[in-house]
């Protein structure tokens, strides 16, 4: 139950990546020296996070104690997703720093609440219960990544909305 979960986190992980790694590199209209740093430390995050998501990939789930291998790279995560919500956006992006609060916040939740899934002797139902809302917590958070990396890169987000 647990290893197939661990395969869900890294699918997961990939395909949010794949969008985000893509307009994370699009540098094309940096004119101002601000709007530069910013970008640059907007791609570190990317970098940091792709990083994570290779990591999460490789992790063998038929290894002891891959669990602890998992949960440190989701720790790992969480900070970069903190470090990202704590940067000071650009004025032009303002309207954006609160989707980065969000996204935080929710990858925190997330990593919490994996914590306590695969640290805790849980019945399947309630270790199911609790891995699929950190999941969906997670899913979240890259959900707002995403949005904000678009817009970032002025592009229209189509039909996509942060309801939830």
Same mark, same amino acid.
């Given at each position: ?18 969008? !985000?790694?893509?307009?994370?590199? *699009?540098?094309?209209?940096? *004119? ?6 910013? &970008?640059?430390?907007?791609? %570190?995050?990317?970098?940091?996070? @792709? %990083? ?11 290894? %002891? ?37 969000? @996204? ?23 270790? %199911? ?10 899913? &979240?958070?890259?959900? &707002?990544?995403?949005?904000?990396? !678009? ?12 309801? *939830?």
């Amino acid at each position: 139950m647990k290893q197939m979960n661990l395969k869900k986190i890294a699918v997961a992980a990939s395909a949010g990546m794949l969008l !985000t790694m893509t307009a994370c590199t *699009n540098n094309s209209n940096d *004119n101002s020296a601000e709007l530069k740093e910013f &970008r640059a430390k907007v791609d %570190t995050f990317c970098t940091s996070i @792709a %990083t994570v998501d290779s990591n999460i990939n490789a992790i063998d789930v038929e290894s %002891t104690g891959y669990e602890q291998t998992m949960l440190s790279e989701l720790d790992s995560l969480d900070g970069y997703f903190k470090e990202f919500a704590a940067l000071d956006f650009p004025s032009d992006y303002d309207y954006l720093e609160g989707l980065a609060d969000e @996204a935080s916040s929710y990858m925190d939740t997330a990593v919490t609440n994996y914590h306590d899934a695969f640290e805790n002797d849980y019945s399947d139902a309630d270790f %199911t219960a609790k891995y699929n809302y950190a999941y969906e917590n997670y899913s &979240r958070a890259y959900k &707002r990544i995403q949005i904000i990396v !678009t817009f970032f890169n002025g592009e229209i987000s189509d039909g996509v909305t942060v309801t *939830n």
